[in-house]
Structure formats: structure tokens, C-alpha cells
């Protein structure tokens, strides 16, 4: 999945969310955690055994009033971690990680100014700095390889999605906003995106045009259909806008034309749940990542008559909890940990046994992961 600026920030909810637990004098987690021990160097990873349930994860143990380096980790399902670049503290905030090329050979970052993109060379750690054509901001790769760039302009109120080279070329247009913003998830093979639109999401072709429309009943216009990720290889899920509560609700929509049919009922505002942005169905349950107060992320059990129950994950503190992707039984989450930085942390989490798999976890003071990108999947969470 890849979105534009209008959601919103994660560092914003995560802020608001330590601010109202400093307020109650909620305890932090245990600071003697440190993350960024025993990672084992670039030179010994097992590259032909990279796959599902792989992650490539940014750390740092710097803190508001100090800074730290940042690390690139390549982190294993089973927790052990290969460092592959780091930034010196003296260069202050380290460019943002937003995605990892379907190869498997390549880290994109966003720059510290419009258009500047960075790429990391994972196999040699070469790092390549360039701006996209037009001052577009990159979003992500092209599937299922990663040959392109994916990235948006925008251009007054009309945003524009292109494809472009890997430095920095416009290749070609592929699709412009109904509205001021745009966004777009990619079939497993590449060859198709389900772009957002204002009644409904569009099937575009990867060559360029629009393949069809897919409407999404009782959609308002003002607020439209942003695709989450393809459920399946025939669908597509997406959070739709109601006209008359304007709360986000998930839609299974296929990329046949077939009606679309609801994953979750309509929320309101007078419940907890302020809508549903993205679901996992495992073997014990239907999962979502849904909208909670001051810009929090909530993590749902959705139960059978359409009711929510809310997950609580151990160890964390349970105020803004983001599902990154799911693997088998378990769910990948990065969750507040502490609230002196805020810190981050990043954990499996089987919500089925309440198992826990711990792979970064950060002291209390410090800022902890400051972004994930799994292997690609279609478990893969909408980009935050």
C-alpha cells in the first residue's frame, strides 16, 4: 500500500498519545532493554533465505535532548538482526525508510527536502541520493521486482501518480487525483494498482490507464475510497467514507467489477472504534487496525455479530499500537513502549495464544524503531 500526506502523521498520534499517558503518570517500560545489541555485521546475512516474515527496521536510541546514530537492521522472523547502514549521530535526523524492493536488493528512503529521494544498495551498502522529475515525493517501488519508483506530484489541487526510474526519470504517468490526493496498491505481479477515487477505488493498468471503475456503494464523494492493500489475488481492500457518518469502513471490493461486499459494519461516533483502516483474518480471528482518539491507532478483534473487543498487547503500553503485517498466526506490531522519547518497539504477537516474539525493544528514553517495511505480502500494512 502506498498513501499520500493526508493521513495522518504517525509521529503526531504517537506524541498526543504520551502526552495524555504523562498525564496519568503511567509507568514506562522497562528501560534496560537495550535493541541494539548482538547484531550480527552485512557481510553474514543469508540473503537466499530472505523471505515472508523478514523486515528491514530503522533504530536508534537517541532521545529528544540527544542524539544517537540510526541503524538499518535486517531483522529475521526469529529476531536475529543484521545491520547493514548507519547514520552518524552528527547527521542529525537519518532520511525516512518507506520501502524494500520485491528483489530484495534495495532500501528507499525519503529525503529532508521535496523530491529528494534516497536508495541503499542492501548488498553492497552503497547510498545514492537523487530527486524525482517534477519534485514528486517517491511512495514507494513499482512489483513485484521493484524496477521503478512509484511517486506522487502534486501540482495545485490535482496530485499525479507516475512511475519513475531508479534515478529519478519520469517514466510514465499512470493515473491523477479525483480530488486533492491520491494513492495506490499494486497486484502481487505488478500488473495492475487499485488506485483511490472518489466513489470508489479505479483498477489501473501498470502501462498506464484506467482498466475499469469499481464503485462502493453509499461512498461520499468529498472523502472517497483509499485501497488498503489486495486482500487476494481477485480483490482489493479498501477503507471507504460513508456519506452520512464520513468514518472509514473496510470493503472487499473485486478487481472483476462484481458487487463489493462489507468487512465491517458502518462505526459511528458514539463508540470507541472511530473506523477501520485495515484487517487480517487468522486462523483465530478477523484482526483490524482502526482509528482511536487524538490520531491514536487502535488494534480490534472484530467478534461475529459486527461488535469490536480490544486487543491489549503485553509489554507495550497499549496507546497506539500499528500492525505492520501478519505471518502465519502471528501479527507483526509496533507499539509504544515508553513515553519519555516516545519509545518504539517492535514485537510478533500471536493474538490467538497471546505468544510474544520480541525483536526490538527499546529502553524507555529512547526514540526506539522510527520505521518497518516487511517482505513484501499481501498481509503487508497501508504505509503510515
Same mark, same amino acid.
Given at each position: 500500500?502506498?498513501?499520500?500526506?493526508?493521513?495522518?502523521?504517525?509521529? @503526531?498520534? %504517537?506524541?498526543?498519545?504520551?502526552?495524555?499517558?504523562?498525564?496519568?503518570?503511567?509507568?514506562?517500560?522497562?528501560?534496560?532493554?537495550?535493541?541494539?545489541?548482538?547484531?550480527?555485521?552485512?557481510?553474514?546475512?543469508?540473503?537466499?533465505?530472505?523471505?515472508?516474515?523478514?523486515?528491514?527496521?530503522?533504530?536508534?536510541?537517541?532521545?529528544?535532548?540527544?542524539?544517537?546514530?540510526?541503524?538499518?537492521? %535486517?531483522?529475521?522472523?526469529?529476531?536475529?538482526?543484521?545491520?547493514?547502514?548507519?547514520?552518524?549521530?552528527?547527521?542529525?535526523?537519518?532520511?525516512?525508510?518507506?520501502?524494500?524492493?520485491?528483489?530484495?536488493? *534495495?532500501?528507499?528512503?525519503?529525503?529532508?527536502?521535496?523530491?529528494?529521494?534516497?536508495? %541503499?544498495?542492501?548488498?553492497?551498502?552503497?547510498?545514492?541520493?537523487?530527486?524525482?522529475?517534477? #519534485?514528486?515525493?517517491?511512495?514507494?517501488?513499482?512489483?513485484?521486482?521493484?524496477?521503478?519508483?512509484?511517486?506522487?506530484?502534486?501540482?495545485?489541487?490535482? @496530485?499525479?501518480?507516475?512511475?519513475?526510474?531508479?534515478?529519478?526519470?519520469?517514466?510514465?504517468?499512470?493515473?491523477?487525483s479525483d480530488g486533492y490526493s491520491i494513492s495506490g496498491a499494486y497486484s502481487a505481479d505488478g500488473t495492475t494498482l487499485a488506485v483511490?477515487?472518489?466513489?470508489?477505488?479505479?483498477?489501473?493498468?501498470?502501462?498506464?490507464?484506467v482498466i475499469r471503475r469499481l464503485p462502493v456503494p453509499g461512498t461520499d464523494p468529498n472523502m472517497g475510497c483509499w485501497p488498503s *492493500?489486495?486482500?487476494?489475488?481477485?480483490?482489493?481492500?479498501?477503507?471507504?467514507?460513508?456519506?452520512?457518518?464520513?468514518?472509514? *469502513?473496510?470493503?472487499?471490493?473485486?478487481?472483476?467489477?462484481?458487487?463489493?461486499?462489507?468487512?465491517?459494519?458502518?462505526?459511528?461516533?458514539?463508540?470507541?472504534?472511530?473506523?477501520?483502516?485495515?484487517?487480517?483474518?487468522? @486462523?483465530?480471528? #478477523?484482526?483490524?487496525?482502526?482509528?482511536?482518539?487524538?490520531?491514536?491507532?487502535?488494534?480490534?478483534?472484530?467478534?461475529?455479530?459486527?461488535?469490536?473487543?480490544?486487543?491489549?498487547?503485553?509489554?507495550?503500553?497499549?496507546?497506539?499500537?500499528?500492525?505492520?503485517?501478519?505471518?502465519?498466526?502471528?501479527?507483526?506490531v509496533d507499539a509504544i513502549t515508553g513515553c519519555d522519547a516516545p519509545s518504539q518497539s517492535l514485537l510478533w504477537f500471536n493474538p490467538?495464544?497471546?505468544?510474544?516474539?520480541?525483536? #526490538?525493544?527499546?529502553? @524507555?528514553?529512547?526514540?526506539?524503531?522510527?520505521?518497518?517495511?516487511?517482505?513484501?505480502?499481501?498481509?503487508?500494512?497501508?504505509? %503510515?
Amino acid at each position: 500500500m502506498f498513501t499520500n500526506v493526508w493521513r495522518r502523521g504517525r509521529f @503526531a498520534a %504517537l506524541i498526543g498519545a504520551c502526552v495524555a499517558v504523562l498525564a496519568t503518570g503511567a509507568a514506562a517500560t522497562d528501560a534496560a532493554a537495550a535493541s541494539a545489541a548482538a547484531a550480527q555485521p552485512q557481510a553474514r546475512v543469508p540473503w537466499k533465505a530472505v523471505g515472508p516474515g523478514w523486515e528491514l527496521a530503522q533504530y536508534t536510541n537517541g532521545a529528544p535532548t540527544t542524539h544517537a546514530p540510526t541503524t538499518l537492521y %535486517l531483522v529475521s522472523p526469529a529476531g536475529t538482526r543484521y545491520s547493514l547502514y548507519t547514520w552518524r549521530a552528527s547527521a542529525g535526523f537519518a532520511p525516512g525508510l518507506i520501502a524494500w524492493s520485491g528483489d530484495k536488493t *534495495r532500501a528507499l528512503f525519503n529525503g529532508n527536502s521535496q523530491g529528494q529521494v534516497a536508495q %541503499l544498495d542492501l548488498l553492497t551498502g552503497t547510498m545514492t541520493r537523487f530527486r524525482l522529475a517534477g #519534485l514528486a515525493y517517491a511512495i514507494g517501488y513499482t512489483r513485484p521486482d521493484g524496477l521503478n519508483i512509484l511517486g506522487v506530484r502534486i501540482a495545485g489541487q490535482v @496530485a499525479t501518480l507516475a512511475r519513475y526510474s531508479l534515478t529519478g526519470k519520469l517514466v510514465k504517468v499512470l493515473a491523477t487525483s479525483d480530488g486533492y490526493s491520491i494513492s495506490g496498491a499494486y497486484s502481487a505481479d505488478g500488473t495492475t494498482l487499485a488506485v483511490s477515487g472518489t466513489t470508489g477505488l479505479r483498477l489501473i493498468s501498470n502501462a498506464g490507464g484506467v482498466i475499469r471503475r469499481l464503485p462502493v456503494p453509499g461512498t461520499d464523494p468529498n472523502m472517497g475510497c483509499w485501497p488498503s *492493500r489486495w486482500w487476494n489475488a481477485g480483490a482489493v481492500l479498501s477503507e471507504c467514507f460513508d456519506k452520512k457518518y464520513d468514518i472509514p *469502513r473496510l470493503w472487499l471490493v473485486p478487481a472483476s467489477g462484481a458487487k463489493p461486499v462489507a468487512l465491517t459494519p458502518q462505526r459511528t461516533s458514539a463508540g470507541g472504534d472511530y473506523g477501520d483502516i485495515d484487517g487480517w483474518r487468522l @486462523a483465530s480471528g #478477523l484482526y483490524l487496525q482502526s482509528l482511536g482518539a487524538c490520531g491514536t491507532l487502535e488494534f480490534n478483534k472484530q467478534n461475529a455479530n459486527g461488535s469490536i473487543t480490544p486487543v491489549k498487547v503485553p509489554g507495550t503500553l497499549n496507546l497506539s499500537t500499528r500492525i505492520v503485517t501478519a505471518y502465519g498466526p502471528w501479527l507483526l506490531v509496533d507499539a509504544i513502549t515508553g513515553c519519555d522519547a516516545p519509545s518504539q518497539s517492535l514485537l510478533w504477537f500471536n493474538p490467538g495464544t497471546r505468544a510474544e516474539r520480541w525483536l #526490538l525493544r527499546a529502553p @524507555a528514553s529512547a526514540f526506539g524503531v522510527q520505521a518497518v517495511v516487511p517482505y513484501y505480502s499481501l498481509a503487508d500494512a497501508l504505509y %503510515l
